[in-house]
T-cell receptor, first 109, second 111 residues
Framework: SQTIHQWPATLVQPVGSPLSLECTVEGTSNPNLYWYRQAAGRGLQLLFYSVGIGQISSEVPQNLSASRPQDRQFILSSKKLLLSDSGFYLC????????FGPGTRLTVL | SQKIEQNSEALNIQEGKTATLTCNYTNYSPAYLQWYRQDPGRGPVFLLLIRENEKEKRKERLKVTFDTTLKQSLFHITASQPADSATYLCALNTGGFKTIFGAGTRLFVKA
């Protein structure tokens, strides 16, 4: 069966520090992968999506970046975090009817 | 740009009643419309998908309708239970790679 993993589950980082969130998928090959951010009480904002290794589409210009070094690995990064980067980050795969990971709660102080 | 509107007010109903949640969208009709359930601190869980040429879809106690004239989808939970309490998200896909999500409606089912 297909599963999706994210880590870490929670993260508290100071402003200006770097970020690396990892997502891996099992049980499927060549998945479409997505990064979303959800602010408290808000909907999911699509940040990046990828249809294959090395192929990244950015939806929101900001200080975040994404990479897909392997078929089932998707990484979200930042060189310098901002307070506004706080939120719940979700990785997902599939289209349509997406499967979501457990999420990472990021707090930037 | 495409927008999705869901009732931001929480819906409170009594156990055993039918819960009905509304999703309205602007602009062009999506190829697919989806509903997800999200519990606090967890990722959304996919429930149902309905295509633009379908008017109704059912799965156990769940029913989704899709009216492309009204640009609206209704999500029904019959015989609701306290365990159905969660936030329900509407999402649409226009046939490309992107899915757009609404902010969700919180449902509280009281025993």
């Amino acid at each position: 069966s297909q599963t999706i993993h994210q880590w870490p589950a929670t993260l508290v980082q100071p402003v200006g520090s770097p970020l690396s969130l990892e997502c891996t998928v099992e049980g499927t090959s060549n998945p479409n992968l997505y990064w979303y951010r959800q602010a408290a009480g808000r909907g999911l904002q699509l940040l990046f999506y990828s249809v294959g290794i090395g192929q990244i589409s950015s939806e929101v210009p900001q200080n975040l970046s994404a990479s897909r070094p392997q078929d089932r690995q998707f990484i979200l990064s930042s060189k310098k975090l901002l307070l506004s980067d706080s939120g719940f980050y979700l990785c997902a795969w599939g289209r349509p009817g997406q499967i979501f990971g457990p999420g990472t709660r990021l707090t930037v102080l | 740009s495409q927008k999705i509107e869901q009732n931001s007010e929480a819906l409170n109903i009594q156990e055993g009643k039918t819960a009905t949640l509304t999703c309205n969208y602007t602009n062009y009709s999506p190829a697919y419309l989806q509903w997800y359930r999200q519990d606090p601190g967890r990722g959304p869980v996919f429930l149902l998908l309905i295509r633009e040429n379908e008017k109704e879809k059912r799965k156990e106690r769940l029913k989704v309708t899709f009216d492309t004239t009204l640009k609206q989808s209704l999500f029904h939970i019959t015989a609701s239970q306290p365990a159905d309490s969660a936030t329900y998200l509407c999402a649409l896909n226009t046939g490309g790679f992107k899915t757009i999500f609404g902010a969700g409606t919180r449902l509280f089912v009281k025993a």
